[in-house]
């Protein structure tokens, strides 16, 4: 760690931006898609022999791939990453009226898939040194507001069950899974990892989305890799699995010309055009991570002589896959950090804040939840700098 410094240099963090990133680029987004591999030739496939939709060889070959790199028994393809949460959160019995823990500071979706299943969002405080929910605070937090009884886990102040846990791996860093393990175990909670950031990151040398029963995927236009919009659902419980795939097609029934359906289903599955792109960008996962390591690298050695911010590294038992680099200004600094994302982006870099908190937003502002003081500070303190593989 550095001392606490006593001023801080705008223009010195934006020329320290500019000095690592190796582009002649008058613009530089935060995260841009490459395609640098089979990507023409598989979608071309695609359309020459016209399986573009919602069946084709891509489909499956895309889900086997991604259930190998990342270890689990199955992995289950779909629209989009908030369609597969919702899907986690009904798999593993979210209902209408039940609470669910997830971080104060994520994106917008995990809060929206809980609202899809009619069940309210209880907002959780993050740690500083992995951005994600604190295991130990969450710990303290239930001891005292929840009451475990034969049919679940209930929060003693609103009378609601409290189902599951969903933690996010921010901007890739892995959360502290095990901690949070325990605490699903204590308090008879679901663990469902929301690892839409997370392709490609390790906790204690495992892939993320092992710990928890299920696990959410994106593979939107600005994550490690892209299938144009898309996800998938993540399970090594091979039953909740069949039961995903099920869910996610309508919940037909397996005859060559009969509509047969047993349950309330969605049309969640990804076409084959777009599993077509997943399965080339898969093959050049490996080179992207090395690449996304590399440029951490190149920030953190160049933040390092820079008074005043901290470049956001990963945690210990942590391996991320560096989706989005982040800097934190020192927290007396944090009123800058409007005026450095001006400065930032007249100098055509694409930097962003992170997300507003999920409870200052007027639909979820009267939600359960926790003080979150290390989640303010990191939403008012945080800022995401050019992250794409080609720099
Ligand atoms: C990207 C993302 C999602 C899913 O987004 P989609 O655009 O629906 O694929 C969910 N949670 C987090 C934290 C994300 O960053």
């Known amino acids: 760690m550095k001392n606490a410094a006593e001023s801080i240099n705008l223009n010195e963090i934006v020329e320290t931006i500019r000095s690592v990133i190796e582009t002649d680029s008058a613009i530089v987004p935060l995260h841009e898609p490459l395609f640098a591999g089979n990507e023409w030739q598989y979608v071309k496939e695609c359309i020459d022999t016209r399986w573009v939709s919602s069946v084709g060889k891509y489909v499956d070959l895309f889900e086997e791939k991604l259930a190998e790199f990342t270890g689990v028994k199955r992995a289950v393809a779909v629209v989009n990453g908030t369609a597969a949460l919702h899907i ?82 921010t901007f890739g860093h892995p959360v502290d899974l095990e901690g949070l393990v325990a605490v699903c175990e204590e308090f008879s909670l679901e663990l469902i990892e929301d690892a839409a950031e997370s392709l490609g990151s390790y906790y204690k040398g495992k892939h993320t989305g092992n710990w928890g029963r299920v696990t959410a995927l994106s593979f939107n236009g600005n994550k490690v890799i892209t299938t144009g919009g898309g996800g998938a659902i993540l399970t090594n419980d091979p039953e909740l699995g069949r039961l995903a795939k099920h869910l996610t097609t309508q919940a037909k029934l397996p005859h060559q010309w009969e509509f047969r359906h047993d349950m309330v289903g ?27 390591r590399n440029l951490a690298a190149r920030y953190q050695a160049a933040f390092a002589k820079i008074s005043g911010v901290t470049f956001v590294s990963e945690s210990e038992h942590c391996t991320s896959n560096y989706w989005l680099n982040a800097i934190l200004l020192q927290t007396e600094f944090s009123a800058k950090r409007d005026a450095l994302l001006t400065l930032a982006h007249e100098r055509g870099i694409m930097a962003r804040p992170a997300w507003d908190l999920m409870y200052t937003l007027p639909m979820f502002s009267s939600f359960p939840r926790m003080d979150c003081p290390v989640a303010e500070r990191i939403a008012a303190s945080l800022i995401n700098i050019p992250s794409s593989v080609n720099l």
């Not at 929910?133 to 969450?138: F, G």
């Not at 077509?276 to 996304?292: I, R, S, V």
């Open 266 to 292: 969605y049309n969640y599955r990804l076409p084959n055009i777009n599993a077509a792109l997943g399965c080339a960008q898969l093959e050049t996962l490996p080179q992207f991570l090395a690449k996304k």
């Open 88 to 169: 986690c959160l009904k798999l593993v019995g979210v209902e209408q009226g039940d609470e669910v823990l997830m971080p104060a500071l994520t994106f917008i979706a995990t809060a929206n898939a809980v609202s899809y299943c009619g069940a309210v969002p209880h907002f959780i405080d993050s740690e500083m040194n992995t951005l994600g929910v604190d295991a130990k605070k969450l710990r303290r937090y239930l001891s005292e507001i929840a009451e475990v009884k034969a049919e679940g886990c209930f929060n003693k102040k609103t009378g609601r069950r409290i189902k599951a846990v969903v933690p996010m791996h």
